[in-house]
Protein backbone atom coordinates (compact mmCIF):
# COMPACT_ATOMS: atom_id res chain seq x y z
CA UNK A 1 0.00 0.00 0.00
CA UNK A 2 0.72 3.64 -0.44
CA UNK A 3 3.20 5.19 2.74
CA UNK A 4 3.28 9.08 3.84
CA UNK A 5 6.62 10.47 2.55
CA UNK A 6 8.36 11.37 5.90
CA UNK A 7 8.36 15.36 6.82
CA UNK A 8 11.26 16.22 9.01
CA UNK A 9 9.80 19.75 11.66
CA UNK A 10 12.67 20.18 14.09
CA UNK A 11 15.60 18.59 15.19
CA UNK A 12 17.09 18.77 19.05
CA UNK A 13 19.69 20.15 19.70
CA UNK A 14 19.88 22.03 17.07
CA UNK A 15 23.60 22.20 16.74
CA UNK A 16 26.66 19.76 17.76
CA UNK A 17 30.19 19.81 17.80
CA UNK A 18 31.89 19.36 14.20
CA UNK A 19 33.73 15.94 16.17
CA UNK A 20 30.06 14.71 16.36
CA UNK A 21 29.35 12.36 19.29
CA UNK A 22 26.47 14.11 20.38
CA UNK A 23 23.06 12.36 21.10
CA UNK A 24 20.19 14.16 18.78
CA UNK A 25 16.07 13.38 18.07
CA UNK A 26 15.29 14.38 14.59
CA UNK A 27 11.00 14.91 15.04
CA UNK A 28 8.30 14.87 12.29
CA UNK A 29 6.22 12.51 10.41
CA UNK A 30 6.00 9.39 8.78
CA UNK A 31 9.36 7.99 9.37
CA UNK A 32 9.66 4.18 8.59
CA UNK A 33 12.16 1.35 10.40
CA UNK A 34 15.54 1.79 8.69
CA UNK A 35 14.96 5.31 7.89
CA UNK A 36 18.59 7.04 7.57
CA UNK A 37 19.65 10.54 8.99
CA UNK A 38 22.01 12.81 6.60
CA UNK A 39 23.43 16.35 7.43
CA UNK A 40 24.48 18.16 4.23
CA UNK A 41 25.77 21.28 3.23
CA UNK A 42 23.25 21.17 0.29
CA UNK A 43 21.05 18.28 0.04
CA UNK A 44 19.78 19.47 -3.85
CA UNK A 45 23.80 20.19 -4.72
CA UNK A 46 24.92 16.09 -3.50
CA UNK A 47 27.39 18.58 -1.31
CA UNK A 48 28.83 17.65 2.04
CA UNK A 49 26.24 15.03 2.82
CA UNK A 50 27.60 12.92 5.83
CA UNK A 51 25.23 10.37 7.35
CA UNK A 52 24.80 9.27 10.83
CA UNK A 53 25.81 5.84 11.83
CA UNK A 54 23.05 3.49 11.24
CA UNK A 55 23.77 1.31 13.93
CA UNK A 56 22.71 4.14 15.84
CA UNK A 57 19.83 5.32 14.11
CA UNK A 58 16.38 4.20 16.38
CA UNK A 59 13.19 5.26 14.73
CA UNK A 60 10.34 6.11 17.45
CA UNK A 61 7.19 3.33 17.06
CA UNK A 62 5.16 6.05 16.22
CA UNK A 63 6.71 7.40 12.86
CA UNK A 64 7.65 10.62 15.26
CA UNK A 65 11.14 11.16 15.71
CA UNK A 66 14.54 8.72 15.55
CA UNK A 67 17.18 9.08 17.78
CA UNK A 68 20.76 9.40 16.65
CA UNK A 69 24.22 10.01 17.35
CA UNK A 70 25.17 13.35 15.09
CA UNK A 71 28.08 12.56 12.90
CA UNK A 72 31.71 14.42 12.77
CA UNK A 73 30.98 17.13 10.17
CA UNK A 74 33.00 20.22 8.95
CA UNK A 75 32.08 23.56 10.73
CA UNK A 76 28.64 25.28 9.25
CA UNK A 77 25.01 24.98 8.57
CA UNK A 78 23.74 21.84 6.75
CA UNK A 79 20.31 20.55 5.52
CA UNK A 80 19.02 17.75 8.19
CA UNK A 81 17.59 14.86 5.35
CA UNK A 82 15.86 11.76 6.21
CA UNK A 83 15.67 8.75 3.75
CA UNK A 84 12.71 5.94 4.22
CA UNK A 85 14.06 2.47 3.12
CA UNK A 86 11.29 3.67 0.08
CA UNK A 87 13.19 6.02 -1.24
CA UNK A 88 10.72 9.02 -0.16
CA UNK A 89 12.87 11.68 1.26
CA UNK A 90 12.12 14.64 4.03
CA UNK A 91 14.68 17.47 3.91
CA UNK A 92 14.53 20.27 6.57
CA UNK A 93 16.96 23.11 4.88
CA UNK A 94 20.10 25.00 6.53
CA UNK A 95 18.46 23.73 9.92
CA UNK A 96 21.40 22.22 12.00
CA UNK A 97 24.97 24.10 12.80
CA UNK A 98 28.27 21.92 13.43
CA UNK A 99 30.07 24.09 15.28
CA UNK A 100 33.98 24.10 15.47
CA UNK A 101 35.81 23.12 18.48
CA UNK A 102 36.93 25.21 21.55
CA UNK A 103 40.45 26.67 22.21
CA UNK A 104 42.22 27.21 25.04
CA UNK A 105 45.13 29.42 24.60
CA UNK A 106 46.46 30.94 28.33
CA UNK A 107 45.13 31.51 31.64
CA UNK A 108 45.07 34.33 34.95
CA UNK A 109 46.64 33.22 36.89
CA UNK A 110 49.10 30.63 36.24
CA UNK A 111 49.70 29.93 39.64
CA UNK A 112 46.93 28.90 41.94
CA UNK A 113 46.72 27.64 45.16
CA UNK A 114 46.58 23.46 45.88
CA UNK A 115 43.71 24.15 48.49
CA UNK A 116 41.49 25.99 45.65
CA UNK A 117 39.32 28.88 45.93
CA UNK A 118 41.35 31.17 43.75
CA UNK A 119 39.25 32.61 40.17
CA UNK A 120 40.58 31.34 37.56
CA UNK A 121 40.06 33.58 34.06
CA UNK A 122 40.35 31.10 30.83
CA UNK A 123 41.44 33.05 27.39
CA UNK A 124 40.72 30.87 24.26
CA UNK A 125 37.67 31.14 22.00
CA UNK A 126 34.48 29.15 20.86
CA UNK A 127 33.20 28.75 24.66
CA UNK A 128 29.77 28.36 25.22
CA UNK A 129 27.37 29.21 28.10
CA UNK A 130 26.92 26.01 30.50
CA UNK A 131 30.48 25.03 29.57
CA UNK A 132 32.25 22.79 31.83
CA UNK A 133 36.07 23.80 33.55
CA UNK A 134 38.04 20.98 34.51
CA UNK A 135 41.76 21.67 36.52
CA UNK A 136 43.69 18.62 36.95
CA UNK A 137 40.51 16.20 36.02
CA UNK A 138 38.71 18.60 38.89
CA UNK A 139 35.66 20.59 38.26
CA UNK A 140 35.68 24.02 38.38
CA UNK A 141 32.85 25.80 39.98
CA UNK A 142 30.51 28.62 39.46
CA UNK A 143 31.80 28.66 35.93
CA UNK A 144 30.73 31.79 34.04
CA UNK A 145 30.87 32.74 30.36
CA UNK A 146 31.06 36.46 30.10
CA UNK A 147 32.21 35.96 26.67
CA UNK A 148 32.83 33.65 23.77
CA UNK A 149 36.52 33.64 24.32
CA UNK A 150 36.73 34.08 28.34
CA UNK A 151 35.43 31.41 31.56
CA UNK A 152 35.68 32.56 34.42
CA UNK A 153 35.60 30.01 37.64
CA UNK A 154 36.53 29.05 40.73
CA UNK A 155 39.09 26.36 41.33
CA UNK A 156 39.19 23.23 43.31
CA UNK A 157 42.04 21.72 45.07
CA UNK A 158 44.06 19.30 43.66
CA UNK A 159 47.97 18.41 43.92
CA UNK A 160 50.81 20.38 43.76
CA UNK A 161 52.12 20.67 40.08
CA UNK A 162 51.56 20.96 36.71
CA UNK A 163 47.75 20.69 35.42
CA UNK A 164 45.68 20.49 32.42
CA UNK A 165 42.86 22.78 31.86
CA UNK A 166 39.84 21.80 30.07
CA UNK A 167 36.95 23.46 28.82
CA UNK A 168 33.87 21.19 27.56
CA UNK A 169 31.14 23.11 26.03
CA UNK A 170 27.53 21.61 25.85
CA UNK A 171 27.78 20.47 22.17
CA UNK A 172 30.47 17.94 23.16
CA UNK A 173 33.06 19.99 21.91
CA UNK A 174 36.11 19.97 24.45
CA UNK A 175 39.93 21.74 24.03
CA UNK A 176 42.35 20.89 26.19
CA UNK A 177 45.51 23.51 27.62
CA UNK A 178 48.35 21.19 28.48
CA UNK A 179 49.76 21.83 31.87
CA UNK A 180 48.96 25.55 31.89
CA UNK A 181 48.64 26.33 35.10
CA UNK A 182 50.58 25.36 38.42
CA UNK A 183 49.42 24.39 41.78
CA UNK A 184 51.48 25.81 44.40
CA UNK A 185 50.89 24.51 47.56
CA UNK A 186 50.59 27.67 50.28
CA UNK A 187 52.98 28.24 52.90
CA UNK A 188 52.69 26.60 56.47
CA UNK A 189 54.56 28.67 58.96
CA UNK A 190 55.58 26.41 62.16
CA UNK A 191 57.46 28.52 64.03
CA UNK A 192 59.16 31.73 64.95
CA UNK A 193 62.33 32.51 66.76
CA UNK A 194 62.65 34.74 68.81
CA UNK A 195 59.18 35.55 69.58
CA UNK A 196 59.59 38.72 70.96
CA UNK A 197 61.78 41.98 69.82
CA UNK A 198 62.38 45.41 70.23
CA UNK A 199 59.66 48.26 69.18
CA UNK A 200 62.17 50.12 67.39
CA UNK A 201 62.71 46.67 65.13
CA UNK A 202 65.76 45.83 63.41
CA UNK A 203 65.62 42.48 65.63
CA UNK A 204 66.67 39.18 63.12
CA UNK A 205 64.08 36.55 63.49
CA UNK A 206 63.77 32.67 62.12
CA UNK A 207 60.82 31.50 60.69
CA UNK A 208 60.70 27.98 59.88
CA UNK A 209 57.68 26.08 58.27
CA UNK A 210 56.97 24.56 54.81
CA UNK A 211 56.01 25.81 51.19
CA UNK A 212 58.56 28.80 51.69
CA UNK A 213 60.06 29.47 47.89
CA UNK A 214 63.51 31.44 48.18
CA UNK A 215 64.72 34.28 46.32
CA UNK A 216 60.88 34.40 45.09
CA UNK A 217 60.10 38.22 44.54
CA UNK A 218 56.63 37.71 45.44
CA UNK A 219 57.29 36.27 49.09
CA UNK A 220 57.08 38.75 52.10
CA UNK A 221 56.86 38.58 55.63
CA UNK A 222 54.31 40.34 57.83
CA UNK A 223 54.33 41.59 61.77
CA UNK A 224 51.24 43.08 62.83
CA UNK A 225 50.30 44.00 58.92
CA UNK A 226 53.83 45.95 58.60
CA UNK A 227 55.91 44.21 56.19
Avoid: M, R
Amino acid sequence: GYAAPPLVISTLPSSAASVGGLPVTVLGTGFAPGASVLFCNSYSGDAGCVGADQAGVVVHEDGQGIDLIAPGHAPGTTDVVVVNPDGQVSVDPQSFVFNPLPTVGSVFPTEISTLGGDTLTVNGGGFQVGADVWVGGVPCAGVSVPATDQLICVTPAGAPGLADVVVTNPDSGQATGVGIVELVAPPLLLGVNPTAGAESGDTQVTLTGTGFVAGSPKSAVFFGGVE
